[in-house]
């Protein structure tokens, strides 16, 4: 047994968050699941010898590249690993790591991935309505919620809130695709980084609202910031410089088949949306 990290891609939108929970499903729980079943860890064992995970993701969120790392034998291989783990929940690369090694610790930089729905006010079809966004009031707000801050007004988390996290948007048709990166994250600190920026492009809040995000009084309720739906998040890159992951080609392509067909039956769910959206006009 030596310690291995693990890259897990999962599709969140069916799991109460990463981290077990009682009477809840969580992708933590079908990584130990599949670990008993393998015989990796005892019926008894409440979690591997030295286990760590790079983050906790919220119910609903999705990643690419979770990492988990754990005293495991030679032959788990993540295409083995998958053997007993769920379809949504792919094992995709691994790396050797040394003995002190820590998974949330180590992490040098993480980024999110935010998909948020947001037509142009600059599209002359006039479509969005609610959900119509100004570019540039929203990279001006990404811009100033940039950089090292007490976002204690963005977290339920009442201490370790000071972050520096960078936020950066790029067009894509519809869509406003927002890259969060930074050390680390506070809980919901990117879902509502993500809600206070859309506020400031759709013109439902001013640049003022920034500024009071950042003062040392607490936000009243009436005031507070509520977080972005979590589906369209993904946790996408966990960097650790002294780490060198190889890819199971089988496992990746295998992910990428079950995954792919999530996306063709979401597709066609769309549809289908459209089709009754459409017939109720």
Known sequence: MAQRAFRIAYDGTGYHGFQRQPDV??????????????????????????????????????????TVAFDAPAWLTPRAFNA???????????????ESF????????????????????ADSSGSGGEHAVDDDRFRAA????????DFHNLTPDDHNTERSPTLEATRDGDYLV???????????????????????GTGEGSRSKIDRAFEAEPLPGHEGIAPAPPEPLVLTAVEYPSLEFETDESAA?????????????????????????????
């Open 253 to 281: 392509e295998t992910a990428r088949s079950i995954f792919e067909r999530y996306r063709r039956d979401r597709q066609t769910g769309a549809r289908v949306a459209s089709q009754l959206a459409d017939g109720l006009e």
């Open 84 to 98: 007993d783990l769920p379809a949504d929940i792919r094992a995709w690369a691994a790396a050797d790591a040394p």
């Open 142 to 149: 990404c811009k100033a919620l940039s950089g090292t801050r």
């Open 178 to 200: 927002v890259r969060v990166t930074a050390d680390g994250f506070a809980r919901e600190l990117v879902r509502r980084l993500v809600s206070l920026a859309r506020a400031v």
């Open 102 to 121: 820590h998974a949330t610790h180590d992490a040098t930089r993480r980024e999110y991935t935010y998909h948020l729905y947001a037509p142009s006010v």
């Open 25 to 66: 499903s969580t992708v933590e729980d079908a990584v130990f699941d599949a670990l008993r079943a393998l015989e990796v860890l005892a019926p008894e064992t409440d979690k591997p010898a030295a286990y760590a995970a790079a983050g906790r993701t919220d119910a609903g969120v999705s990643a690419l590249a979770q």
